[in-house]
């Protein structure tokens, strides 16, 4: 079942040549979609994944341009986020339906829904990198070429173990154990997302909604001067600590107060191309509406262990179709796992064409330099 088609997100005009509707996803949910070039069912498909805290509105300027390349291109608001529906965003419910596999599940349900039976890419960003990872490693059948953009998959957990960073990963609690001790005392933020009080501290931020995703956007991003990421060798703790506060939290602080700080002034807001204060408010929209919980999830089903459980299945397996990744060389994400990317290129990958630093990117790095990304997507894309 699908719904009327509309151009808006929201109350917000979505870029010529993309619509929004909802189609059941044969998974449990009713999957609110933008989609490009829906009625030409002969093209190939191509579906992009968000991570958090984003939404399919996302990948606005990429969705056409990929069209024009002679794709239906589809991006999903996935479970937990935006306007799709059929989940829980209470913190007592089960989490076992955001679990990284069932997250795929997800995506195989919506392709077969949309009437295909194969995928010529599937593109995921964030904590959509993992979803985008998982698809083409246990289906490469329906997923014929696999790229990850700002988080670097490292496979199924026995390769996680095997690390190249020379150390065994510790897990993100005896982390935390460790970042608590230290002199200046610091936490990991996904133990902080996973806790009770994340999702109330960020819907109840004192500088209102608004404020708190712009500076959380900004602080992270290429336009905030002091992201300058370098290679951890190891999970020593005075390392980790390196990370800005985005990631490595001061002990005693909220998400909303680790980023007041870096708030932008009104002039670098205004001249902010890749993020307008109408292109925010997509955003602010959609997370009052449902608060972040639901992608709050997802970081429980790491730090808890239930992704670890759910792919051991499939342990062993690589992604052997072709593997691109993409990020900002602005963009502590590639760095925050020691030894992931190369875990990622080595040996979770037996296809890698490239690893893509793009210049004056942090992590949204397909909506601070769109037209990059699309040119390394076109290349790619065109040698398939």
């Known amino acids: 079942m699908t719904s ?52 399919a509105y ?68 964030d904590s959509g990198s993992y979803v985008a990872g998982t698809c083409a490693l246990i289906r490469p059948d329906v997923f014929q070429s696999c790229i990850m953009m700002s988080a670097p998959f490292t496979g199924t957990s026995p390769m996680i173990e095997n690390s190249t960073s020379g150390s065994k990963r510790p897990s993100l609690i005896d982390l935390e154990k460790q970042l608590n001790l230290l002199e200046e005392p610091r936490k990991h933020y996904q133990v902080y997302y996973s806790t009770t009080s994340a999702n109330k501290d960020m819907m109840n931020a004192s500088q209102g909604l608004h404020q708190f995703i712009r500076a959380y956007y900004h602080h992270k991003s290429a336009d905030w001067s002091n992201n300058h990421p370098l290679k951890l060798s190891s999970w020593d703790p005075e390392l980790i600590a390196k990370m800005p506060t985005y990631y490595i939290m001061n002990k005693h602080e909220t998400m909303p107060e680790t980023v007041a700080p870096h708030m932008p002034t009104e002039t670098q807001i205004k001249e902010c191309h890749w993020l307008t204060d109408d292109e925010l408010s997509v955003y602010v929209n959609e997370y009052e509406r449902n608060t972040f919980q639901g992608g709050l999830q997802w970081y429980r089903c790491t730090v808890e262990g239930i992704n670890q459980t759910a792919m051991t299945l499939f342990a062993g397996r690589q992604i052997t179709v072709p593997s691109l990744f993409l990020s900002g060389k602005n963009d502590w994400g590639i760095y925050q796992t020691p030894g992931a990317i190369e875990q990622m290129r080595d040996h979770v990958c037996s296809s890698m064409k490239d690893i893509v630093l793009i210049d004056d990117a942090g992590h949204w790095v397909q909506q601070e330099q769109s037209q990059a990304v699309i040119e390394n997507l076109s290349d790619f894309l065109r040698t398939r």
């Open 4 to 55: 009327i088609q509309s151009t808006q997100y929201g109350n917000v005009p979505l870029p010529d040549g993309i619509v929004s509707r909802k189609i059941r996803n044969n998974n449990g949910l009713e999957m609110h979609i933008l989609e490009a070039s829906p009625d030409d069912k002969k093209r190939p498909l191509i579906i992009l994944a968000h991570g958090f805290p984003e939404l």
């Open 58 to 125: 996302s990948w606005r300027r990429v969705l056409p341009a990929l069209s024009s390349l002679g794709y239906v291109v589809v991006a999903p608001d996935q479970r937990g986020f935006g306007r799709t529906t059929g989940w829980s965003s209470r913190y007592e419910d089960s989490l076992a339906p955001f679990n990284v596999v069932n997250l795929a599940r997800d995506i195989v349900g919506l392709v077969r829904a949309l009437g295909y039976q194969q995928v010529k890419a599937i593109i995921g960003h």
